[in-house]
């Protein structure tokens, strides 16, 4: 039986996984060891809707005590500077994986040429609106948002909160992992003391300490998907600037570049490959797109996932089992998932795992980072926005994988639903949404349809319409702030089960 579990790293996803067990499992012993010299990455500022839904539903924490001490702003989804049109947008809300009762067809096939105001949170988005306004002037806010986060301040609060529910965090470098037939046998400190557990959590980063390191589990590399390995990143303070409350992903010449926005600054990074541009470069290509930008910082990279990520008693979590580049801002979305499958899964066997449970959690490990891995092929294989020898090969070469299947269906009978239930596991992060946004916005080609009728479009237009008064009347991410942040704003914690 599992009693007492140590978690090596102290980066979001050692605090986060360390916060599952505690709130789920409250006897178990928590220590987190984690070096404050060695550091965190760092980086990793959006998310998806899992992990407000991870910390205000599963976990219970209240929204208004993070907003106010994270100082969070919004992110209605992902404005693409990509494929032909001047852009296209990808919310968490249902544009293209939905169908209006008075319309003949899905919405996607009404979007061959216009693609905007489709759904509410679409048309916030185009006028930098976070949220629709109340009667009573309050923003009305539902689940189709993710956070833009800064990730130390980040890190800290969950730091604090992992200390209130009782978990021990240690400020130790680990000099030596000690081996034996169990798996890991103990942590031996730089200070010479050994620390031991019943279960190892390696949320050390890019590292992998115990699980690519002591455990040497092998590594599948995403490279014939994914080619970037390398972020510049640099931002400013914000001055004039509106707060956008999207992320932006513009397509760059060996790769794409994000913008996120928080309050006071405003945070920008080139993601590329050293196959197809230098460092110096594609630092050049940065600053020229975005002049204001201060001091820049390297990031080194390479995506890809170890073949299992729970070996004998030790599980990866975060970067040190797998990591994809940012394009869908899925690092914190996966350590989410990770953290709440473990907890589950040692609450289900009275924290006495068996092997046929460690099985099935490391099939829905490899199985998610694969998903990711191949929706985000989808992306590269498709841009018709650039052409340059990087877009070139990841038209001609990137490996979409198990999203081959969605695109051929797509191709032959166009944004169509009727292909959701069976092209596409149950726990598909991104779902027939997903895929139809990113094949409709990029304006791949499909078998030809018969033209909309002229009903049909007044119809469509008048649905766009009101999305868009709906925007123009709603809150701005400042204004959006104030309200929340107000100790008497009333949340509704139903939105986040
Ligand atoms: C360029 C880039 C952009 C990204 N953008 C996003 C994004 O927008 N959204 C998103 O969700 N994710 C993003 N990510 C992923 C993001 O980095 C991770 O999701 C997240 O920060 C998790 O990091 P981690 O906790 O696994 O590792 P880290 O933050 O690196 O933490 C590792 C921890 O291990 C400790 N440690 C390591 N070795 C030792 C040792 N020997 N002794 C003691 N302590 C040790 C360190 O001190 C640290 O506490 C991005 C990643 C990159 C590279």
């Not at 599963?58 to 989804?77: A, M, S």
């Not at 100790?487 to 139903?494: E, H, K, S, V």
């Amino acid at each position: 039986m599992i009693r007492d579990v140590l978690v090596l790293g102290g980066g979001s996803a050692g605090f986060l996984a360390a916060l599952a067990l505690k709130v789920k499992l409250p006897e178990l012993g928590v220590t987190v060891v984690r070096s404050k010299e060695i550091g965190v990455i760092g980086v990793g500022e959006a998310t998806t809707v899992a992990l407000p839904r991870f910390l205000h539903g599963y976990l219970g924490f209240d929204p208004g005590d993070f907003y106010r001490r994270v100082e969070t702003t919004w992110k209605l989804g992902i404005r693409f500077l990509w494929g032909r049109r001047p852009h296209f947008d990808y919310t968490f809300g249902y544009q293209l994986d939905w169908k209006w009762s008075n319309l003949p067809r899905c919405n996607g096939y009404y979007c061959a040429d216009d693609f905007s105001y489709v759904d509410v949170p679409s048309a916030l988005m185009s006028h930098d609106r976070a949220f629709v306004r109340l009667p009573d002037g309050t923003p009305h806010v539902t689940i189709n948002h993710a956070y833009h986060i800064e990730n130390e301040k980040f890190v800290g609060w969950l730091e604090a909160k992992a200390e209130e529910l009782g978990v021990v965090a240690r400020d130790e470098v680990v000099a030596e992992v000690l081996r034996d037939e169990t798996g890991v046998a103990g942590l031996r400190l730089a200070t010479g003391e050994t620390c031991r557990a019943d279960l190892y959590l390696d949320c050390s980063g890019f590292r992998s300490a115990l699980l690519g390191g002591a455990l040497g589990e092998p590594y599948t590399s995403f490279k014939t998907t994914l080619f970037n390995n390398r972020a510049v990143t640099g931002g400013w303070a914000r001055t004039t600037e509106p707060t956008r409350p999207y992320t932006t992903a513009e397509s760059m010449a060996a790769g794409w570049c994000w913008q996120i926005d928080h309050l006071d600054r405003i945070n920008r990074g080139y993601v590329y490959s050293s196959d197809f541009i230098t460092d110096e470069e594609a630092e050049r290509e940065f600053r020229a797109k975005n002049p204001k930008v201060g001091s820049t910082r390297l990031i080194k990279f390479v995506t890809g996932r170890h073949h299992r990520s729970w070996v004998k008693n030790v599980v990866g979590i975060g970067n040190a089992a797998g990591f994809v580049e940012p394009l869908e801002s899925t690092g914190l979305a996966v350590i989410c998932d990770e953290s709440r499958l473990l907890a589950e899964l040692l609450l289900e066997c009275d924290r006495t795992p068996t092997p046929s449970l460690i099985d099935g959690y490391n099939r829905i490990y490899a199985r998610e980072w694969d998903n990711i891995r191949d929706f985000l092929g989808v992306h590269f294989k498709f841009n018709t926005r650039y052409d340059t020898p990087y877009w070139r090969a990841c038209r001609e070469t990137a490996d979409i994988g198990h999203a081959r299947a969605v695109v051929d269906f797509y191709q032959e009978n166009g944004p169509s639903l009727y292909g959701k239930s069976n092209l596409l596991h149950n726990n598909d992060i991104f779902g027939m949404e997903g895929y139809l946004c990113l094949l409709v916005g990029q304006q791949v080609p499909y078998r030809a349809r018969p033209a909309p009728t002229a009903q049909e479009l007044r119809l469509w237009d008048g649905i766009k319409a009101e999305n868009r008064v709906k925007a123009l009347t709603g809150l701005t991410v400042e204004e959006s702030f104030r309200a929340v942040t107000a100790p008497t704003f009333a949340w509704n914690m139903d939105i986040y089960k």
